[in-house]
């Protein structure tokens, strides 16, 4: 198992570094503030990734995510969320268990996977949005 990272008082700073702190061209995080501007009222669509620095699966699905971000550049935007830093987000779209993949399009959850997803069932969820 990789990534022991502490859980209480917040996790520590060395844990916040197993996913990328500076966003991949192509990514952004959305906060609570911004989901509505940045998710819900897009002209594209959207694929959010709900995730946890601490988390072992979410951290594999990572480097898939970024790929995606690269290949569908100007067709979907690509954002992730921190469940621990925007818990009303994860409560709002029954997040309960990690790496979650919601994607939207005109404001609506057209599709969704949870747990680790291949690169091609990804591709073919956001072919089908687009």
């Known amino acids: ?4 990272c502490p ?3 917040g996790g520590g700073k060395s844990c916040s570094k197993t ?3 500076a966003p ?3 990514i952004s995080q959305v906060t609570e503030q911004s989901f509505k501007s940045d998710v819900l009222e897009a002209k594209e669509p959207v694929l959010v990734d709900f995730y946890a620095t601490w988390c072992g699966p979410c951290r594999q699905m990572s480097p ?3 790929r995606l971000a690269k290949s569908y550049s100007g067709k979907v935007k690509i954002y992730k969320v921190d469940i621990d830093n925007s818990p009303e987000l994860a409560k709002r779209y029954s997040i309960a268990s990690i790496p979650a993949i919601k994607i939207f399009k005109s404001g609506e ?3 969704a996977s949870l747990g680790v997803t291949s690169e091609e069932s990804l591709k073919g969820m956001l072919d089908k949005a687009l």
């Open 7 to 9: 859980t209480s008082h």
């Open 1 to 4: 198992m990789s990534g022991n």
């Open 64 to 66: 898939i995510v970024d």
């Open 19 to 21: 996913v990328a702190s």
């Open 24 to 26: 991949v061209e192509g």
């Open 109 to 111: 959850i057209v599709d």
